[in-house]
């Protein structure tokens, strides 16, 4: 099945700072999507983008269906960033998401 | 803005005991999911659900698990007999181009 690898695993931040969290995937796709986890365990939908760039706010994501990777840029952090970054794919078989392993951030003030 | 609702928001239950978690999706979505985490690991897939039928499963959706949505809008897990390996948190979610997660139950089972 399809692999989906978020790097990095960790990342500590002063507030302020910028960062930029990658996510390869091993196949086609026809669906990605990035949630951040809130320390209460909700996953909050940030993009829907298979392709692309899309921007909210103080974040913005670039998806390179081609060469299967996808970004996403958190600029000016704040400490409400803190949290797991969660990227996740719909394989062309359709359906089901495949998550990866996550991006734990950190942001100090 | 439409939201999954999910309830209960914590469940604790003895080992050996059926769970039922309940979801409310998006009305006028058609698929519809259930993940689970274990604490501290990643989202992974348990079952879909589409037109009153599973259209997939998982390997860790066993005999254990069975899903159903009995009135047109509440969506249902039923855990029959609970492991201890079943405390994780559950979501659920439904589709319009996009998933749409609800805030999750959290299952402990002692």
């Known amino acids: 099945g399809i692999q989906v690898e978020q790097s990095p695993p960790d990342l500590i931040l002063q507030e302020g700072a910028n960062s930029t969290l990658r996510c390869n995937f091993s196949d086609s796709v026809n669906n990605l999507q990035w949630f951040h986890q809130n320390p209460w365990g909700q996953l909050i939908n940030l993009f829907y983008i298979p392709s692309g760039t899309k921007q909210n706010g103080r974040l913005s994501a670039t998806t390179v269906a081609t060469e299967r990777y996808s970004l996403l840029y958190i600029s000016s952090s704040q400490t409400t960033d803190s949290g797991v970054y969660f990227c996740?794919?719909?394989?062309?078989?359709?359906?089901?998401?495949?998550f990866g392993q996550g991006t734990e951030l950190s942001v100090k003030p | 803005e439409p939201e999954v609702t999910q309830t209960p928001s914590h469940q604790v239950t003895q080992m050996g005991q059926e769970v039922i978690l309940r979801c409310v999706p998006i009305s006028n979505h058609l698929y519809f999911y259930w993940y689970r985490q274990i604490l501290g690991q990643k989202v992974e897939f348990l079952v879909s659900?589409?037109?009153?039928?599973?259209?997939?499963k998982s390997e860790i959706f066993d005999d254990q698990f069975s899903v159903e949505r009995p009135d047109g809008s509440n969506f249902t897990l039923k855990i029959r007999s609970t492991k201890l390996e079943d405390s994780a948190m559950y979501f659920c979610a439904s589709v319009k181009y996009e998933q749409y997660f609800g805030p999750g139950t959290r299952l402990t089972v002692t």
């Open positions: 659900f589409y037109n009153n039928e599973i259209s997939e």
């Open positions: 996740a794919v719909e394989g062309n078989q359709g359906g089901k998401l495949i």
